[in-house]
């Protein structure tokens, strides 16, 4: 039964789409960037803001303590003309000015609350201290002031200090007030973003699309789909690799169909045979015992026949599996060749074939020793079969470079050069009425070709009609 599998997106877990999900990265990306700009334009625009307040203030604070130093040292501040500046450079900077002399009593103050009185205060002492000073608080009731002061001098010598605070609420009110339009100018950008990677991803995205829909055909049975994408990029590729995996699918496809085929007919050849000869001895009455012989001698070559074919397929399917383990012995290919020979000697003489072995050099291989005889067996055994009698068949071992060879020359029918590219596939004969009289069955030389293959091997082959073929195994040295 054949499970056809659908490819989309009915699977339990929530279906969420490649092109979503690089959209939203890309929005998130593009979220957490502009949030940290956002953060840091704020955060520089507030910082420069506040020194150049800062800065302004110092400057201030610093001529009102130069205007006034005389006044305070001789502890005249109560005159007119200093109220009256102190009071006017308090609306210039939009803040309150408090001036104590050294003994931090306070001399002047723009709202003129506190004169007379004792002003302990950090930043005050601080400038008594003779330093300049800085300090910004935030009061739940008017919010975020800087504190300024600085020491007021006269002849080099400490005579009180000044201190402004001024409200910087407006400061950050800005900065905010900026930030929100950065956001905005964000949030916008970020739409745009969005419509346009939405859009831009739909035409990037438009292949895959293409590709589902040719595997799901595939998947139905339709191994002629094709897909074809211009768009130059990585889908591209998969779709080239996936037209070359569908068009071996389809070789593979039509190999297990044309294999299944042959087998069948392959099997019942022999099979029909014996049902005739078995069915005539039945029916027959008055056969003779030769008779008899005769038929059941053809039964059993062609039981033989059934055999052979049975054991050529089994060995083929051993020879498919995937992690089929060689043997691997170090063996000297020359005693090898020998055995082969001596093995094969009768076969030739039976057909006044000269078969000859000719052994040059000692050639150590590292090889599965039944698998690889039986590869060049099955070779001998065809220079044998298709080299008329009389014929000869020559043996050969020797290096090439970082090879072994093993040449098998005859001198018989030859293969045509239109089929030689084929006689390596599974059942195929040159000539399939001859072969049967021959009894192959086709599979002699896929079972070489495999053989050599799992050794890392090659077979060569060359060909005359009429004037011989030489195959050569070609099997690499391994040291
Ligand atoms: N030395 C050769 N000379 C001429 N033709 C050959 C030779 N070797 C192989 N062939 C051709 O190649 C075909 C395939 O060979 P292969 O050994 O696979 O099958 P077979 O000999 O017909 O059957 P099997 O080996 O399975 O009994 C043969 O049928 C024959 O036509
Ligand atoms: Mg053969």
């Known amino acids: 039964m054949v499970t056809i599998l659908e490819v989309g997106h009915n699977d339990k877990k929530k279906f969420i789409s490649v092109r979503w999900k690089l959209v939203s990265t890309y929005l998130l990306l593009i979220f957490v960037t502009l949030i940290i700009i956002n953060i840091f334009i704020s955060k520089t625009i507030l910082n420069i803001y506040i020194q150049q ?38 609306k210039e900077i939009n803040g309150r000015i408090i001036i104590v002399d050294k003994n931090n009593i306070v001399k002047g103050d723009s709202n003129n609350l506190f004169i007379g009185d004792t002003f302990k205060h950090d930043e005050i002492q601080k400038a008594l201290n003779g330093e300049n000073s800085r300090r910004v608080y935030n009061f739940r009731d008017t919010g975020r002031v800087m504190y300024v002061s600085v020491p007021v001098i006269l002849n080099d010598e400490i005579v ?5 605070s001024v409200s910087i609420d407006n400061i950050y009110l800005e900065v905010k007030h900026i930030s929100r339009k950065v956001a905005l100018i964000s949030g916008i ?10 859009f831009f ?24 789909e094709k897909v074809n994408i211009d768009s130059n990029d990585e889908f591209k590729e998969v779709a080239e690799a996936f037209n070359i995996m569908i068009l071996k699918l389809d070789q593979v496809d039509t190999q297990r169909k044309d294999f299944v085929a042959n087998v069948s007919h392959e099997l019942r050849t022999p099979l029909t045979s014996i049902k005739i000869l078995s069915e005539s001895l039945i029916s027959g009455e008055d056969f003779n015992v030769d008779v008899y012989k005769e038929f059941l001698t053809d039964i059993d070559s062609e039981v033989d026949r ?77 220079a044998i079969k298709y080299t008329q009698t009389g ?12 090879y072994a060879i093993i040449e098998i020359k005859d001198n018989g029918i030859g293969i045509p050069e239109e089929n030689i590219q084929n006689i390596f596939e599974r059942f195929y004969r040159v000539d399939k009425a001859r072969s049967r009289d021959t009894g192959g069955t086709g599979l002699g030389l896929s ?4 053989i050599v293959s799992l050794h890392q091997g090659t077979i060569e082959v060359e060909s005359k009609v009429g004037v011989g073929s030489t195959f050569y195994i070609k099997l690499p040295i391994t040291t």
């Open 391 to 402: 014929g000869k068949v020559k043996l050969k071992l020797y290096n090439e470079g970082k």
């Open 53 to 90: 307040k800062q800065n302004d203030t110092f400057t201030k604070a610093n001529i009102i303590s130069n205007r006034t130093r005389y006044q305070l040292a001789s502890d005249r501040m109560n005159e007119e003309w200093v109220k009256k500046a102190i009071n006017e450079y308090s």
């Open 189 to 198: 950008s970020m739409l745009v973003t969005a419509i346009i990677a939405f």
């Open 306 to 382: 059934l055999n052979n074919i049975i054991t050529d397929l089994l060995t083929l399917v051993d020879l498919d599996k995937e992690k089929l383990t060689l043997d691997l012995k170090i063996t000297y290919m020359n005693f090898l060749l020998e055995r082969i020979y001596l093995r094969l000697k009768p076969l030739a003489e039976k057909k006044s074939i000269d078969l000859e072995l000719v052994l040059n050099e000692k050639i150590q291989l590292k090889v599965d020793n039944e698998k690889i005889q039986q590869a060049i067996i099955n070779i001998i055994d065809n």
């Open 160 to 164: 009180g200090a000044t201190l402004i």
């Open 447 to 450: 079972i070489a070709w495999q």
């Open 201 to 224: 991803s739909d035409a990037i995205f438009k292949p895959l699309g293409q590709l589902k829909n040719a595997i799901n055909k595939v998947a139905q049975g339709h191994l002629e």
